[in-house]
C-alpha cells in the first residue's frame, strides 16, 4: 500500500467510525465503544506509519481535480512534510487517548454514542486540516471543527453555562473566520492557485497585497488558536466535558491555527508589519493570559488560560520566523496539556467540585487520586519548563529563537518583533512557574476535612494518565536532537543564556507563590470558611456535570466567600478581581458589539411591529370600512333603490346642463 493511500485513511477512518456510530448509537449500543477507538486507533497506526515513509524526507504531493472551477482550481490534495506527518501523529495520540478515557469518564452518559461521534469527526476534520495541500479543503476541515466544537462544548446542555459558552464559542471563532475566508479567497487570486505548494512558490515577491492578505489569515487564526483579542471563548469552553477540552486544547483545534501559519508562514514573512502585529499578538497573549490564569479558582480555567499562554509562545516563535521551534512546543504541548486536562478530569470526579478553593480545604485528596497526583506533577512540570521535563525543551527552544532575532542573527524578522517576544516570554515564563505551583498547591496540599471518597476511578482513565506521563517526561530531551531533520533543519538545542534565565524565573514563580502560600494558609487556619458542600456519588461526567451547574460549591454558611488560602489574590493584590475576569474584555465586546447589535435588533423590532405592521394594518382596514358602508345601503327596500336611482339622474342632468352652459 503506497504513502498517499495510507495517508487517504487517516482522516477517513474517524470519519467513517463517526457515520457508523451515530447510525447504530441506538440500535446497536454495545458497538459504540468499539467503533469510538478503533477507527482512531488505526488511524493513528497509519498516521505513524506514513511518518516513517516520509521520514522527514521529501515531501510527499498528490492531487487530482476535485471539480471545474475556472481560473482557479479547487483540488483535493495532500502535502505531508515532517511538519504534516508528526503532528497528524500527534492529533492521533491525543485523539485515541481521549476516546479511552471517555469510556470510563462518561460511561454512564446516555449521549456517549453522539459524543464519541462527534469526537471522531472532530480528530477527522483536524487530520484534513494537517494533510490537505488545498487551502479550501483545508477549509472545510476548518470549519467542521468549528462546527463538532459547538456541539461538544455544549455537551451538558441543560446547564446554562454550557449553552453559552458552545454560543459564544460558535460566535467568536466565526467572527475570525468571515476575513479568514476574504483572506484565503485574496491569496488564492494572488498565487492563481489554492495549491500550498504554489502558493508558498509564489510567496516571496509574487504576491501583491501581501500585508491584507497576511492581516486577514491572522483574524482566523487567532479565533481559532485563542490568540488575543479573540481568546475569550476559550475560558469558558471548559463548561464542556473534560475530555473535550483535552482533545480541543491539546492538540485539535487550538493547534490547527498555528500548525496553518507554520505550513504558510513564507507568506506572512513577506509583510513586516505582519510579522511585528503576530510578535506583539503573541505578547499580549502570553503575558495576559498568565496573570489571568493566576486568578482563577475553577482549575479548568486555570488550565484554559494556560493554553492561551503556550499559544502565544507558539505564535511567538511564529512571530520570529522559527517555525520548527513554533511545532516542536505544539508536539510537547500537546501531550503534557491533554494529561493536565485528563488529570483534572479525575481530581474533579475525587473531589467533587472543580473549585481550587474548596480543594484547598480537603486534607488527602492526593491520597484518592495517587495517579492523577503523579502524573499531574510531572505535566506541571513540564508546563512551567523545567528541566529535563518536556516542555523545557520545547519553550527554551522558542526563547532561543526570540533572542536570535533580538540581536539580528535572523534575516526578513524585525529586530523588535524578537525583543517583544523575548521580553513577553520571559515574564509568561516566571507566571507560568506560579500559577502552575498554585494550582499544585491548592489542589494537593489542602488543610481541612478529609477528601469525599466517590470511589476509585476506572482502570482506563488511569491508564491513559501514564501513557500520557511518558511523552511529558521525556519527549523534549530526545527530541530536540531529532526533530531538526524533520523541519527545516534549524539547530533547536536550548542556549545557555536563555535556558538559565526561563529556568530561573519559572523556579522564583514557584518559590514565591510557595512563600505565599505558607502565609495565607496561617491566615486561613485563623478563619476557617467551613466545610465544602458534599457532592452525590455518580460517574466523572455526572459529577463534574453538577460542579458546572452548582458553578461553585458554597463555603459553609458563607456562599462564594474568598478564599484566604489563595497565595494568589495576595500576590496580584487589586489586580486579582480584574485578572479573574478576563481584565473585562467580555464587558468591552458587549459594549462595543453586543449592546449595539441588540440596539439594532430593537430597533427593527420595533420597526417592523409599529410601522411595518401598521401599514399592513392599515391596507387591511380600509377596504374593509369601505364595504362596511356599501353593505350599509344595500337594505333589500326596491324604493328605496328606485329613489336613489332618481336621485342619481337628477344629480348627473344638473351637472350635465351645468357643463353644458360653461362650455
Not at 459504540?32 to 521529501?58: I, M
Not at 497526583?373 to 512540570?381: D, E, G, K
Request: glycine letters at 10%; charged letters at 10%; aromatic letters at 8%.
Amino acid at each position: 500500500m503506497t504513502t498517499t493511500t495510507l495517508a487517504v485513511l487517516v482522516p477517513l477512518l474517524p470519519f467513517l467510525g463517526a457515520v457508523v456510530g451515530l447510525l447504530l448509537g441506538r440500535t446497536a449500543p454495545g458497538f459504540v465503544r468499539p467503533l469510538a477507538v478503533l477507527p482512531t486507533l488505526a488511524s493513528l497506526v497509519l498516521a505513524a506509519l506514513v511518518a516513517a515513509d516520509q521520514g522527514g524526507g521529501r515531501a510527499v504531493d498528490a492531487a487530482t481535480e476535485l471539480t471545474p472551477t475556472g481560473s482557479v482550481p479547487i483540488e483535493l490534495a495532500l502535502h505531508i512534510d515532517g511538519f504534516a506527518a508528526l503532528v497528524a501523529v500527534l492529533v492521533g495520540v491525543v485523539a485515541t487517548c481521549v476516546q479511552i478515557y471517555s469510556m470510563g469518564y462518561l460511561r454512564d452518559d446516555p449521549r456517549y454514542p453522539s459524543y464519541a461521534a462527534l469526537v471522531s469527526l472532530f480528530t477527522s476534520a483536524m487530520l484534513l486540516v494537517v494533510y490537505s495541500g488545498d487551502l479550501i479543503v483545508l477549509l472545510v476541515g476548518w470549519e467542521v471543527m468549528g462546527i463538532c466544537s459547538y456541539f461538544l462544548v455544549g455537551h451538558y446542555w441543560e446547564t446554562p453555562e454550557a449553552r453559552a459558552a458552545s454560543i459564544k464559542a460558535f460566535l467568536v471563532t466565526k467572527l475570525g473566520d468571515v476575513p479568514f475566508l476574504i483572506g484565503l479567497f485574496a491569496l488564492g487570486t494572488d498565487a492563481g492557485s489554492f495549491r500550498i505548494t504554489q502558493v508558498l512558490g509564489t510567496a516571496s515577491g509574487g504576491l501583491h497585497h501581501p500585508t491584507l492578505i497576511a492581516l486577514l489569515l491572522l483574524a482566523g487564526v487567532a479565533g481559532k488558536s485563542a490568540q488575543f483579542p479573540l481568546h475569550t471563548w476559550l475560558p469558558d469552553a471548559m463548561a464542556g466535558p473534560t475530555p473535550v477540552s483535552a482533545l480541543i486544547h491539546a492538540a485539535t483545534m487550538v493547534a490547527a491555527g498555528v500548525y496553518f501559519v507554520a505550513r504558510l508562514l513564507p507568506v506572512f514573512q513577506a509583510s513586516s508589519a505582519a510579522m511585528v502585529v503576530l510578535a506583539v499578538m503573541a505578547a499580549v497573549t502570553m503575558a495576559g493570559s498568565a496573570l489571568a490564569a493566576l486568578a482563577q479558582d475553577d482549575i479548568k480555567r486555570v488550565l484554559a488560560y494556560s493554553t492561551i499562554g503556550q499559544l502565544g509562545y507558539m505564535t511567538g516563535a511564529l512571530a520570529v520566523g522559527d517555525r520548527g521551534a513554533a511545532v516542536f512546543h505544539l508536539l510537547s504541548h500537546g501531550a503534557f496539556k491533554a494529561l493536565l486536562f485528563l488529570a483534572a478530569g479525575v481530581i474533579i470526579h475525587a473531589a467533587g467540585t472543580n473549585s481550587l478553593a474548596a480543594m484547598s480545604r480537603m486534607s488527602n485528596l492526593r491520597d484518592r487520586v495517587p495517579d492523577a497526583y503523579w502524573t499531574m506533577t510531572v505535566a506541571l512540570l513540564a508546563l512551567a519548563a523545567i528541566p529535563p521535563f518536556s516542555g523545557f525543551f520545547s519553550k527554551e527552544s522558542v526563547l532561543g529563537a526570540a533572542e536570535h532575532a533580538a540581536t539580528g542573527h535572523t534575516g526578513h524578522v524585525p529586530a523588535a518583533a524578537g525583543w517583544t517576544v523575548l521580553v513577553a516570554g520571559l515574564l509568561t515564563a516566571l507566571l507560568t512557574g506560579a500559577y502552575a505551583m498554585r494550582l499544585w498547591l491548592l489542589a494537593f496540599r489542602g488543610r481541612g476535612a478529609e477528601a469525599p471518597d466517590h470511589g476509585r476511578q476506572p482502570l482506563v482513565m488511569n491508564a491513559v494518565l501514564w501513557v500520557l506521563a511518558l511523552p511529558s517526561l521525556a519527549f523534549g530531551g530526545l527530541a530536540f536532537r531529532v526533530l531538526p531533520g524533520w523541519f527545516d533543519g534549524r539547530d533547536l538545542t536550548p542556549t545557555l543564556i536563555t535556558s538559565v534565565l526561563g529556568t530561573g524565573v519559572a523556579l522564583v514563580g514557584g518559590i514565591v507563590i510557595y512563600g505565599a502560600w505558607q502565609h495565607t494558609t496561617v491566615l486561613a487556619a485563623r478563619a476557617p470558611l467551613g466545610a465544602v458542600a458534599a457532592h452525590p456519588e455518580g460517574g466523572a461526567g455526572l459529577v463534574e456535570a453538577e460542579a458546572i451547574a452548582t458553578h461553585r460549591p458554597a463555603y459553609g454558611d458563607i456562599a462564594h466567600a474568598p478564599d484566604l488560602a489563595d497565595p494568589g489574590r495576595l500576590l496580584l493584590g487589586p489586580l486579582h478581581r480584574h485578572a479573574a475576569v478576563g481584565f473585562h474584555l467580555d464587558a468591552v465586546y458587549a459594549a462595543l458589539f453586543v449592546r449595539p447589535v441588540l440596539a439594532g435588533a430593537s430597533l427593527v423590532r420595533f420597526l417592523d411591529r409599529e410601522v411595518v405592521e401598521t401599514y399592513v394594518r392599515g391596507a387591511g382596514a380600509v377596504p374593509r370600512l369601505l364595504g362596511a358602508a356599501v353593505r350599509r345601503a344595500q337594505t333589500g327596500n326596491v324604493q328605496t333603490y328606485v329613489s336613489a336611482l332618481l336621485a342619481g339622474t337628477v344629480v348627473l342632468a344638473v351637472a350635465a346642463v351645468l357643463l353644458a352652459t360653461g362650455a
